[in-house]
């Protein structure tokens, strides 16, 4: 296990060694590339990128400080909004304005910031709904179990197998809304995995997980990679990136303004520029910044913004 | 709008049943308790008005030819009538009076030959309410044991009283002007400026509290049947049953948000489940006032106004001071959110209220008087509307909250000048339809618009496109 | 008091058709809020669009089957064209459209320029449109009586009214439970708890909530035939009253509940019943029949408050589970 981790991360760094570390940089093998992406909520532009590629197989890194508009590009790349304009395609299709339901069903699948597990209902359920290709979800189908009971045992077989590698399938007949915040997380990204995507888009995996999960979390990731899907993840903290990135693209104000592999990228004076804004009093390549400490603080900040969010959306 | 099950914490408070507010309602109603004048008066034909119910019948022999000739005695709430068959077989009566009516057959006067199938039936009982009609009918032919005769809406149905019909498909207190659609246009500016009261007070609710309160439809009739109170039963001027209508109007708001409204927030009740409170404060108020006053029209003021002409267009004074008063109150309600300092707090908890209430405003004091100023802005324009119809009912305010919804989304739910704008475009449209449809549907073209701009623009004409999930 | 008369009443009741076409129309609104949450305030609309699509293709000459298929139809169009617009606006727009075109159907068919087609204010009488169901009956003419229970065999308020629509009810039940344990109903649960999570696994959001506006219409309209056969068509009996009444009879039952709805409409209709009939005997002459009415109106308004603040998930429901929830 470890020696293959090391070789596909291994060959990936060697894949990318070559691309300049400049923003809109053009990839060797991209599986999303993304044109003239721009993103306008009144006067204000939440998004406009240039250009820019993801490379498949690659975990990458989206980082930035607060506001960045990293979740909105977020957003558009998976048909959950709407651009002003621009252009993307996805292995070779373009999916600008296809509906959130079409890009998933295109092989990339998203999580959500703020965790969208399906409180009432079991967490097997929720696992059972991504699933792909029951014909039961069919509404006059539905009525004659013997046309479904079929794919029904292998979804559950392939949930059941999910839920075990996450260490849910003790929880398997709980509601959901009984999780914690980091089992939440988990049961996103398992569920997610029920669609057998290519790409899985996940929007700040750590905000507000236990930190005795973090790790097995950025575990789980690695794993993502290693089984050769696509990573892309939002992470508004440097730290949680720079182990497990094979690539790191930073936003500000809208912009792609750096991008770069994680050992050298916060040495970017755009980067540096960018951040200065926002976490000033931190040094940001600091590795002793990951101890329990900060993470505790880190995670409630996070939890403060998700509660005043939550009240928001009310 | 998330709401599980009340948390544990939440739990424990348990809101103050809205006793107050049931107590003032009775109490001032139950002074009130009179039989409605009416009297029945046979005609030679019916048809349904706001005023006029009509019991109809068919009598065919056996054959299918009419009966004729056959005596029927009509008992209800005036006394009793007896009406005769024509050549038709047709029988009609015309009753100005809601109630139950039992229709007695008498069977010496059915045609040589001729038989009840149903010998054991020879009353029926009808419940019937103005503006509609109801049939009762007696098959003859061979007796069976079966009782195929009919009464219709039959009295085992539970629709008997709980039917919705409009008291306000009625013609505004004005007479035509030489131009039609002048005067069309004019009547829709002061229909929207009435409306604009009521819908003000449910856009500022919307926007501080979130909640559609379907209840507000109820607040407008309260204070048009407060005023009906006040002038023909208590014997007050019209100006001081209509100030203490708005008082006691605001008075209930005040109680209802103490008793109902705040403790629901205090307890996090979900915001679907407020509203489908509001239904059913709605449903029950407006059966308590058909409880106490009928369902008759009930007129505020019995004299009619004298007409002007203004150009093109004739409006009656009284009208034309309900204008002028909306416009009084609904330029000092702007005055008031744009440069006090209560109203800029009403605006911005509207706008944030984790943010307003992050920079020191009280938010429940804002929402206490908004309350108020919604309830009290709905009294008036229920008065003004009782006039400008010439009569309220019991579910007037019921007709007039799908129009005040329409108004408020139209404008942008939750932007008070949005609702005062989209109230004004409502007006001038069901005014302005009765044009080019059948008057009794000119609502429906204005719901009509509601969802098409919902098709459209669903933040409405002012509305920040934001404010959609 | 005449107790046996009223308990017969209240008896009588517990299998009345109205009873019954309530029924229908609360299992109706269930898939639409308690199985997506959609917050449906225009049932009576498709009640009205079932019951005269009904009566006037019967009018018409159609047989009795092409006469409900036109009611099934006429509900179905009506929930297609409510969902566009509204199915991807948030759940109090939904609201407000479903209750304002229930409310324009209502002014149109109860419109005077209409009357040569829906018979306008005055509706459409029984015997224009009850010939071709009543003709189906397959009991003998005349009446029966079980105990107390004496009604016509095939005429109006009859027995086979009654076994039409409690089988109607029956299917419905089973149904809608074979929906809520299949994995149609399952992504429906995933919408109501929360669309976005729906659609972010790949599942057509808006036409699964299409699908479910439509099913719970046509249940809806079903009802509605069922409520008016035994009496007339009147498009002021299937108002916004008859909306709220469905929605309290799903919220004492139990949203999200296969028997949620049927239970309600018991209930709530013996308990009506009850109030009535005791308040017409009063011996002193308090109030008018009408006012009886009346205060059993207002005892439903109440009722509905109390259970939505204290006990939303109603008798049926598991409180883990049910809640009200917008979309």
Known sequence: ?314 | MHLAAPQPSQRRRRPAPSRALWLLITAFAALLVTALPASAAAEPACSPDPETACLIGTMRTAAGDPAVGVQLEVVGPDGSETVTTGDDGRWVLAVHTAGEYTVNLDVETLPAGETLRDPTVTSRTLTIELNSQAGALFALGEPTSSGDATAEPSSASPSDTSTDSDPTTETPSTSPGTNRVAQQFANGLVFGLLLALASVGLSLVYGTTGLSSFSHGEQVTLGAILAYVGVQLVGLPLWAAALAAIAIGGATGWLQNLGIWAPLRRRRVGLTQQMIVTIGLSMALQYLFQFFFGGGRLRIVTTSSSPVRIGPVVMSVQTLISAGIAIVVLAGVAMFLMYTRTGRATRAVSDNPALAAASGIGVESVIRTVWVGATALAALGGVLTGLYFQATTWNMGGTILLLMFAAVTLGGLGTAFGALAGSMVIGIVSEMASLVMPSDMRFAGALLILILVLLIRPQGILGRRDRIG | MDWTRILTNVAGELFAPATAAYALAAIGLNVHFGMTGLINMGQAGFMLMGAYGFAIATMNGWPVWAAVLAGLIAAAIFAIILGIPTLQLRGDYLAIVTIAAAEIARYTVRSSSLTWLTGGNAGISGNDFKGSFQNLCPLPEGSWALGPFQYSNCLSNSWWLRIVGWSLVAIAVVLVWRWMKSPWGRVLKGIREDEDAVRSLGKNVYSYKMQALVLGGLFGALGGMIYVLPSAVQADALGRTLTFNVWTILLLGGAATVFGPVLGSLIMWAVLMLIKSVLRDMPWDVITSTQAEAFSWVLVGVTLMVLVIFRPQGILGDPKEVAIDGR
């Open chain 1, 1 to 314: 296990m470890a020696a293959s981790t090391l070789t596909r991360k291994e060959q990936i760094a060697r894949d990318l060694a070559h691309v300049p570390h400049k923003p809109g940089s053009t990839k060797p093998d991209p599986i999303i590339v993304a044109d003239h992406v721009t993103r306008r909520f009144g006067g204000m532009t939440a998004v406009d990128v240039h250009h820019l590629e993801i490379q498949r197989g690659a975990i990458t890194a989206l980082i930035g400080p607060n506001g960045a508009g990293k979740t909105t590009l977020f957003n558009l790349l998976t048909g959950f909004d709407r651009p002003n304009s621009g252009e993307w395609s996805f292995e070779g299709t373009p999916l600008s304005r296809m509906s959130a339901a079409k890009v998933a069903r295109s092989g990339m699948v998203r999580t959500f910031q703020l965790t969208k597990a399906l409180s009432r209902m079991t967490v097997l359920e929720n696992m059972r709904l991504g699933a792909t290709g029951q014909p039961g979800e069919n509404m006059l189908t539905s009525l004659f179990p013997p046309a479904w009971k079929g794919r029904e045992d292998d979804i559950t077989e392939q949930a059941l197998e999910l839920l075990a590698r996450f260490k849910l399938d003790t929880k398997k007949d709980d509601f959901a809304g009984s999780l914690s915040g980091g089992q939440r997380k988990l049961l996103e990204m398992a569920r997610a995995l029920m669609t057998n995507p290519t790409t899985v888009m996940l929007d700040e995996p750590m905000a507000g997980v236990n930190p005795a999960l973090t790790q097995s979390l950025l575990g789980h990731i690695e794993g993502l990679r290693d089984e050769g899907m696509t990573v892309l993840f939002v992470e508004h903290d440097m730290h949680m990136v720079r182990h497990i990135s094979d690539w790191v693209v930073v936003m500000a104000e809208g912009r792609v303004v750096a991008e770069g592999p994680p050992t050298t990228i916060m040495q970017d004076q755009a980067v540096v520029d960018a951040y200065l804004g926002a976490h000033h009093d931190t040094d940001l390549g600091d590795d002793s910044l990951l101890d329990d400490d900060v993470i505790d603080q880190l995670e409630e900040e996070a939890e403060a913004e998700e509660h005043s969010r939550a009240e928001d959306g009310e």
